[in-house]
């Protein structure tokens, strides 16, 4: 990325594909046969959108599979079935909590718009890149309002 003048680097992801500098955020997204490179300044961004979307599948499969192994247990001479049943349940259950999936959307006022979706990454970071946008464009907004006065 070439930077433009007096820009600098705030925070960027881990593979370093979404990029917020003190003027634009950047996605440069691609592999060998797609890519994608959506750039957005700071003061077109118009509405940050998170959504986290999770799988209550796991924990009613894990409920039941646990419930199942202990009535399978209760009634049968082997309970070693009934065991790997539970257990079993306990791992499908544990797995709610891990596989949620956060997707965030970056408006510009009337252009493109950054997606990108995440899992494994906690809530709170996402929040915490939000919170850094919303800062920098303040920051910005004020710069450019300084500049503005001072034309007057």
């Given amino acids: 990325m ?7 680097v705030i925070t960027a ?8 500098t003190t003027h634009r955020i950047r996605a440069n997204f691609g592999n060998n046969r797609d890519s994608s490179l959506v750039s957005i300044m700071l003061e077109h961004v118009s509405s940050i959108q998170l959504t986290t979307r999770s799988y209550p599948i796991f924990l009613g499969i894990g409920f039941f599979l646990v419930v199942a192994g202990a009535a399978f247990s209760q009634n049968s001479y082997n309970q070693s079935g009934g065991e790997g049943l539970i ?4 791992i499908v259950a544990i797995l709610y909590f891990f596989v949620k999936q956060h997707t965030c959307v970056i408006n510009s006022d009337g252009g493109a718009k950054i997606v990108f ?7 709170e970071q996402l929040l915490t ?3 850094k946008i919303e800062e ?11 500049g503005a006065a001072l034309i007057v």
């Fill in 2 to 8: 070439n930077f433009l003048k007096d820009e600098s």
């Fill in 13 to 20: 992801s881990n593979d370093n594909a979404v990029t917020l």
């Fill in 87 to 90: 257990v079993a349940g306990v």
């Fill in 117 to 123: 979706t995440t899992s494994g990454m906690k809530r």
């Fill in 129 to 131: 890149f939000i919170d």
């Fill in 136 to 146: 920098a464009q303040s920051i910005r907004a004020n710069l450019s309002n300084k």
